[in-house]
């Protein structure tokens, strides 16, 4: 498929909402040390599954809880692991036994969970991995799985047929795509062809009839880039990085999402500790604002079906900011060129509402320094979180003082930081 053939999804939704909720949910949060963790102590698919299929029993899963803390913190859309690398599906899919019905769950998890974000008007994305380490044709490779480095690798891949795996792919997307209504968001995970012909890319998943698949059945879906499909995809997804600036291809601008989580892991990891401030994950989707993209922020539900009380507390910080600034997160983008951004600030932009939005990262003495440009676009100044206006005349003393260049605008602060975890001034420029 050439890039020109394909027919982007629809993102004028997406580079609206901003902000999303990753979820990662499956086997691998009852181990709770990484949902790499099958791969990671290289566990046998009898040990994986007679300790954690036989038993997963998520008795406090309640979806209509997560979708509350979710569209608290303001975030419209979510995506979920539909299944992730160990193979395990949580709905009731009819090409596997590998799946929340034939646990002690004993119910389709994915069903109620769609249900319950759709009705807090949230938009719905379903990840899905290309990586299998519990399918019967998936061949084993050396790079990744649990059996990377077994003696009989090739011994055990004798029958298996990569073939019957992407037909088998195919019919799982069709299921998701036919029993959910619209889905919004299909997020494949991941390609890693190798030169030698030892990893895996698009020819091991047919990557090109299952999108001819998916455009069929959902033509606006959006796709990630992980198909293995240069040119053929709506959305960049650097993950656990925070992109310098607005992310190209070709040197075009492009639609991305940054994809990050609270501490280090994805999936529930019960030990892990470097869990960042509310304060750092409020930085963290302005900054991906300002630079034309989204953030989805994921959490890792436990094994019992709750989200750890750590990520419930940082989401409600979150709503926190939200509930008083989201207007300079939804409808916005990076400011035109011309606006220079100040000393430690982050700039966004609605272009409908013609505003510019400062991000305060640090509180200055009690100036902001605003190239000329603004002074003679800038119409008036008000705080966000209370509508306060800002002044910007300045007498002569103050600008000497300051060294100001005489055309600059110069933004009046109260001394003391307003308490709020990032203050925002939304300009109004000129009609
Ligand atoms: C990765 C990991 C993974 C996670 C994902 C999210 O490639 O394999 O566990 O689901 O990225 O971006």
């Not at 604002?289 to 989401?315: C, H, I, M, Y």
């Not at 910080?317 to 600034?325: A, E, F, V």
């Not at 003393?397 to 003391?416: C, E, G, R, T, Y």
Request: proline letters at 6%; glycine letters at 6%.
């Amino acid at each position: 498929m050439q890039p020109s053939d394909y027919r982007k999804g629809d993102s004028s939704w997406f580079v609206r909402d901003r902000f999303g909720l990753f979820i990662h949910w499956g086997l691998y949060a009852m181990p709770a040390r990484h949902e790499w963790v099958k791969h990671a102590e290289q566990i046998p698919n009898e040990d994986y599954d007679s300790r954690y299929f036989s038993r997963f029993d998520p008795d406090l899963y309640d979806p209509n809880l997560w979708a509350q803390a979710a569209s608290q913190a303001g975030m419209k859309y979510f995506v979920v692991t539909t299944k992730h690398h160990e193979g395990f599906c949580l709905w009731d899919s009819q090409f596997t036994d590998y799946k929340a019905p034939s646990t002690p769950a004993r119910r389709d998890l994915l069903k109620p969970m769609v249900e319950a974000f759709r009705s807090q008007n949230m938009r719905v994305g379903f990840y899905y991995s290309l990586i299998d380490w519990h399918h019967p044709h998936y061949i084993l490779d050396r790079h990744i799985g649990p059996y990377r480095n077994h003696p009989d690798r090739e011994k055990m891949n004798q029958g298996r047929d990569m073939r019957q795996y992407a037909a088998y792919m195919r019919n799982q997307v069709k299921e998701l795509l036919t029993d959910y209504g619209k889905v919004d968001i299909l997020w494949f995970d991941f390609s890693y062809p190798k030169e030698d012909g030892s990893g895996k890319g698009r020819k091991d998943w047919e990557s090109e009839e299952l999108v001819a698949l998916i455009k069929k059945l959902q033509p606006d879906v959006l796709l990630d880039d992980r198909l293995d499909l240069p040119g053929v995809w709506d959305i960049k997804t650097p993950e656990q990085v925070q992109p310098r600036q607005w992310v190209t291809v070709d040197g075009q601008r492009v639609v991305w999402e940054a994809c990050q989580t609270f501490s280090g892991s994805w999936g529930y990891h019960r030990d892990e500790m470097t869990w960042r401030s509310s304060d750092q994950l409020i930085r963290t989707l302005i900054d991906c604002v300002s630079k034309g993209g989204n953030l989805l922020l994921n959490v890792g539900p436990t094994a019992r079906g709750e989200f750890d009380e750590r990520a419930l507390s940082a989401l409600q910080d979150i709503g926190l900011w939200m509930k008083r600034h989201s207007r300079s997160i939804y409808g916005c983008t990076q400011a035109p060129d011309e606006f220079a951004c100040p000393q430690d600030c982050r700039l966004t932009y609605n272009p409908e509402t013609q505003r510019i939005y400062v991000h305060m990262f640090a509180w200055p003495y009690k100036h902001l320094n605003l190239t000329p440009v603004f002074a003679q676009r800038v119409a008036y100044a008000q705080f966000l979180h209370d509508g306060s206006e800002i002044k910007m005349v300045l007498d002569e003393w103050h600008a000497k003082q300051l060294s100001a260049n005489k055309s600059d605008a110069i933004l009046q602060l109260p001394q003391v930081k307003p308490n709020v975890a990032v203050p925002v001034i939304e300009l109004y420029l000129k009609a």
